[in-house]
């Protein structure tokens, strides 16, 4: 049974405070390992304000991405796009970015992307802090939905068609069993009723499901909105 973890921060300051501290921790931390971004708006403050200070990693990092819109790397709904100014910052060699590929066809670029994670775990890098979303509608990284789990079985990352027309690719709950640190992080009154369901281990929400191989998750959230 997958273990929940909560913690309520006093305002969204409080959060993004926590979020870039976390972060800055895991990204420096020692030994050749991987830390998993994601995308929305609710990490994007602790990304400029990491890209702000100077953040520091290990030598041997990698950082690859939960979900990708599928759309140019240097279009602004990217989250690869978004995150440039911490990617920047940390001066990472191009080959251990992971990011989608989505200048290849949908298909391919789904193929590829769950190709690369499968070689990176192959060679002994784990993935150890590892940041997800939480939707409105108890959507997680690019999974919306029952079908898009099944069609997530037995891969590590998948095409998916998005509920607001648009595609992209996806990490599986497959992988996700592999993270060592999962953390959901969500903010935003809109997302309440997505939270309440996530503390209530609803077996119906989307992002409950999709981490039900893992031992155990965080959810950081906060009050006042």
């Known amino acids: 049974m997958t273990e929940l973890a909560v913690s ?56 690859l991405f939960s979900d990708e819109r599928y759309v140019p790397a240097d279009s602004p709904a990217s989250n690869y796009y978004q995150s440039r100014p911490l990617l920047t910052a940390l001066s990472l060699p191009e080959e251990e970015i992971l990011r989608v590929r989505t200048e290849l066809p949908l298909d391919l670029a789904a193929a590829d992307y769950a190709e690369r994670l499968t070689t990176l775990l192959s060679s002994g890098i784990h993935v150890g802090l590892g940041l997800l979303g939480l939707g409105a509608d108890g959507h997680t990284a690019s999974l919306f939905g029952a079908a898009d789990l099944e069609c997530a079985r037995g891969r590590y990352a998948l095409a998916v068609q998005r509920p607001d027309g648009m595609s992209a690719v996806s990490v599986s709950p497959e992988f996700l069993a592999t993270v060592q640190e999962p953390l959901f992080v969500v903010a935003g009154a809109d997302k309440r009723d997505a939270v309440r369901r996530l503390l209530a281990r609803d077996p119906g929400l989307t992002a409950w499901s999709a981490v039900q191989g893992c031992a155990r998750v965080e959810l950081w959230t906060c009050g006042g909105e």
Do not use: I, K
């Open 8 to 63: 309520v921060f006093a305002s969204r300051a409080a959060l993004d405070a926590a979020l870039t501290a976390r972060l800055a921790s895991a990204l420096a931390a020692p030994g050749t390992h991987a830390v998993m971004l994601a995308g929305g708006t609710t990490p994007m403050n602790a990304y400029r304000e990491l890209a702000r200070q100077g953040v520091r990693r290990d030598e041997r990092l990698h950082v």
